[in-house]
């Protein structure tokens, strides 16, 4: 065999190995858009609860699809229709079903711009991060269905990891502007020391250290012109 050749055999084998990891590393569209329509019309979870689970996911699912490439103006249209469709389900204007039917949608619509971009699923790092656990994540992947009671719970966890994380504030851990220091931290002007300790004029000496003619001795010292003799 040929150098050429084992290396070719080589990065096919390689490119073997790493194929699997990188499917098993994303989960496909459809089935995010089937949990977020089962987490909108979740009947035994609270209205407050499905509100920001759902708001949570979305946020970290557009924010990622920005992230690879698609067009915020496009995006942002999704929110909005999904802010406005939100607000219709808290004040009890839409039936769970038509809300469902509308978040899953979005969630479509979502899909042809991430198609459009060339992406086909969502990383399961995305998921963890929005929170659904490794089980859900696992039935999601296999196209396993997730009982009522564990779309409940499932939406609970994700809705307390979003609240969490809003209390949690990201300007903590951005430090500025406090942790910044300046101008407290870059010493004022009474710290640095000028005016007052580089000493004013008096302390400079002149004029009166200088000596003043009065401490020369002439006139008076050097004697008058009567003290030479008169004619």
Same mark, same amino acid.
């Given at each position: 065999?040929? =150098?050429?050749?084992? *290396?070719?055999?080589?990065?096919?084998?390689?490119l073997c190995a790493i194929a699997p990891v990188v499917v098993a590393g994303t989960v496909g569209f459809e089935p995010v858009t089937k949990l977020l329509r089962l987490i909108a @019309? /979740?009947?035994?979870?609270?209205?407050? @609860?499905? /509100?920001? /689970?759902?708001a949570g996911f979305m946020e970290q699912l557009v924010r990622f699809l920005e992230t690879q490439g698609v067009p915020s103006e496009a995006s942002e249209r999704v929110v909005e229709e999904f802010e406005r469709a939100l607000e219709e389900f808290l004040a009890d204007r839409t039936t769970a079903d038509d809300f469902g039917q509308e978040i899953a949608a979005l969630a479509r619509g979502l899909q042809e711009l991430a198609g459009e971009r060339g992406i086909r699923g969502l990383p399961v790092e995305i998921l963890q991060r929005i929170g659904v656990d490794t089980e859900a994540i696992e039935a999601l992947r296999e196209g396993k269905e997730l009982s009522p009671e564990e779309i409940v719970e499932l939406a609970r966890k994700i809705a307390e990891r979003v609240i969490a994380e809003k209390e949690a504030g990201p300007s903590e851990e951005a430090g500025p502007p406090e942790d910044a220091g300046p =101008?407290? *931290?870059?010493? =004022?002007?009474e710290e640095a020391g000028p005016p007052e300790d580089a000493g004013p004029p008096e302390e400079a000496g002149p004029p009166e250290k200088a000596g003043p003619p009065e401490d020369a001795g002439p006139p008076e010292e050097a004697g008058p012109p009567g003290d030479k003799g008169k004619p």
């Open positions: 065999m040929s =150098p050429l050749v084992r *290396k070719a055999v080589l990065l096919l084998v390689l @019309t /979740a009947e035994n979870a609270d209205k407050e @609860t499905v /509100a920001t /689970a759902l =101008p407290e *931290k870059a010493a =004022p002007p």
